[in-house]
RNA sequence: CGGGGCGUGGCGCAGCCUGGUAGCGCACCUGCUUUGGGAGCAGGGAGUCGGAGGUUCAAAUCCUCUCGCCCCGACCA
């Protein structure tokens, strides 16, 4: 007898230990991992494939709204950072600060940091303050605006917690930064930039988000207002997708970015500022994956099939690899969505071992190609939306002709599957009782998958917000802007009790 | 930083309580047999047990310190 197969490729399930099983399934699917350095990943070649299209996709769209790429340097003077005190307090904690630039031989023979700094440097946490100085340099006429900038690179933030992909040390975005004469245009930017991350989410990660605005206690450090995207994990918690801000002229009074207008008076400059980053490949995992590992949504998959060549005797292998790869060059040909369809193949003769090895790593087709393909003209697919032994055979002329057509039908599968999940989790709650019961697990020593995504009211009150914070570890995740889903209506705050305009979404958070 | 759990070949784990220099499954390599599938048989490579120190004739096993990971809390764009 052999060995029985495991129930699922991915051990622990989601239902028997969540966190860990999000760390196997990154293991699992080969995208990253843990580095020597605390709080840091390696993102391997399948994981960053996912960046990349990511970045391709988002680069594509700020361009197309005037947006220009531009790099500024990853260390910043220490005193940059002291010029706004709300992001002083937001990131002074977290901050990684260089204070030498030389190494030289210890007693002990090994190295010692050397030739100290006059002024310490701090590795950007985020950029705001170094691009402003160079605005506050390139601005001098309402003619210089507005500026509208975007720069990819990485971050440090020293979190004491970190996981990887949601929360690490050291990660992967893009940081927009831009400069106008007015409120308005700026604040209708800092919507443009967030509809662009709706799409993102929406349409290439099919990732359902609900797109709102920042309680004030939730802002950015120094935002006026912080529009952000709220995505809904497996676990039922909240994952913070991306953020658009307005910073008002918070910025530009402490950097002093000022322009003459067209009547030769002195204004500040009104700036925005906005990012995604490689905490997206974290929430698509935890948004689609299975016990089976990662599902990839086409739009942005590292590959988007892999051909499988099933070979019995030695005398099929010529045949069998000849119609692989003439398959492989055809299906290159295949344009989708404006990029050549990616395509894997997998001679490795190691049996069904070599299937799972895929799935796990999420790609959404597989097809296997055999000697009784060969004799019929077809191929015999799997995809990995559906149950890992549904598989269809199909005249190869067809498939090729209905790849891009399979592709978009998974693509929507997971997107109705993960919204039908967000929608199932999200409740409407009245009474403070209900809200508590709601956010409290059964099992206290190892808590349950509980909770979700809580419409309730809220007076407006910070302190509603700190007690029920402090009470649950429940946060406002926004206040949603969709009116037709979450139409405002007067109540009865679920902390407080006192007049409540509008319902807010509540949940725990990542 | 506080509370809890854990660190043994690539992955998952046993051994630790009752000290005597390491074992299992998977993966990997070789051969044969298989082949629409998480194959079978045989052989093989790989770890000194997170790190440092201590106790001891002897430590993965006991003690101390330390680093890292996970969970809860604090904190967090």
Redesign the pocket.
């Known amino acids: 007898m052999?060995?029985p197969?495991?129930?699922?490729?991915i051990?622990p399930t989601r239902d028997e230990d969540y966190?860990?099983w999000?760390?196997?399934v990154i293991?699992a699917s080969d995208m990253a991992e843990?580095s020597p350095v605390?709080?840091c990943m390696v993102i391997k070649p399948w994981g960053f494939a996912l960046w990349e299209n990511i970045v391709r996709i988002v680069d594509a769209r700020l361009k197309a709204i005037g947006v220009r790429n531009a790099y500024f340097p990853i260390f910043i003077p220490l005193n940059f950072l002291e010029k706004e005190a709300q992001h002083v307090e937001?990131?002074a904690?977290?901050c990684a600060v260089v204070t030498h630039h030389r190494l030289e031989k210890g007693a002990d023979g090994g190295l010692v940091p050397a030739g100290e700094l006059t002024e310490p440097l701090i590795v950007r946490?985020?950029s705001e303050t170094i691009i402003g100085d160079s605005f506050s340099k390139w601005v001098k006429s309402y003619r210089d605006l507005p500026i509208l900038i975007n720069q990819w690179g990485n971050?440090v933030?020293w979190?004491?917690?970190?996981?990887?992909f949601l929360?690490t040390s050291e990660f992967l975005?893009h940081e927009g930064h831009t400069v106008h004469a007015t409120a308005e245009e700026a604040m209708r930017l800092t919507q443009s930039i967030l509809d662009i991350y709706v799409d993102l989410a929406e349409n290439c990660l099919a990732m359902p988000v609900i797109a709102g605005k920042k309680s004030p206690a939730?802002?950015?450090?120094g935002a006026d207002d912080?529009l952000t995207i709220e995505a809904m994990m497996q676990d039922r918690k909240a994952l913070?997708a991306g953020?658009s801000h307005f910073l008002g002229q918070n910025f530009a009074r402490a950097q002093q970015i000022k322009y003459q207008d067209a009547n030769e008076q002195e204004q500040f400059a009104w700036t925005t500022s906005w990012?995604v980053?490689t905490r997206l490949l974290g929430g698509l995992v935890m948004t689609h994956g299975d016990d089976?590992g990662v599902i990839l949504p086409p739009r942005v998959a590292s590959s988007h099939l892999v051909l499988?060549p099933?070979?019995?005797?030695a005398a099929d292998q010529g045949p069998v690899m000849e119609y692989v790869d003439a398959l492989a060059r055809s299906l290159r040909a295949v344009d989708y969505h404006g990029q050549p369809l990616r395509v894997e193949v997998d001679a490795r003769?190691?049996?069904?071992?070599r299937?799972?090895d895929w799935i796990k790593k999420g790609i959404p087709l597989r097809i296997?190609?055999?000697?009784?393909?060969?004799a019929k003209d077809a191929?015999?697919f799997s995809r990995r939306d559906r149950d890992h032994r549904d598989?269809t055979a199909m005249r190869r002329a067809e498939f090729v002709a209905g790849v891009t057509g399979l592709l978009d039908d998974i693509q929507q599968t997971l997107h109705s599957r993960a919204l039908a999940f967000q929608q199932a989790n999200t409740r409407s709650i009245d009474t403070e009782e209900d809200f508590y019961d709601y956010f409290t697990p059964k099992r206290i020593e190892?808590?349950e998958i509980h909770g979700g995504f809580a419409l309730a009211h809220w007076c407006g009150d910070a302190r509603c917000e700190e007690k029920i914070?402090?009470d649950l570890?429940v946060?406002i995740r926004c206040l949603p802007f969709d009116e037709d889903r979450f139409a405002p209506a007067p109540g009865k705050c679920i902390a407080c009790g006192r007049q409540s305009p509008r319902r807010v979404i509540f949940a725990k958070?990542y």
């Open positions: 052999t060995t197969s495991p129930q699922s490729a051990q966190p860990e999000y760390q196997q293991k843990n605390r709080g937001g990131f904690k977290e946490p985020t971050v933030r979190e004491m917690r970190t996981r990887i929360r975005w939730e802002r950015f450090p912080t913070q953020t990012a980053s089976d499988l099933v070979i019995r005797k003769d190691t049996g069904g071992a299937n799972w296997e190609i055999g000697p009784r393909d060969l191929v015999f598989k190892r808590p914070k402090s570890g946060t958070s």
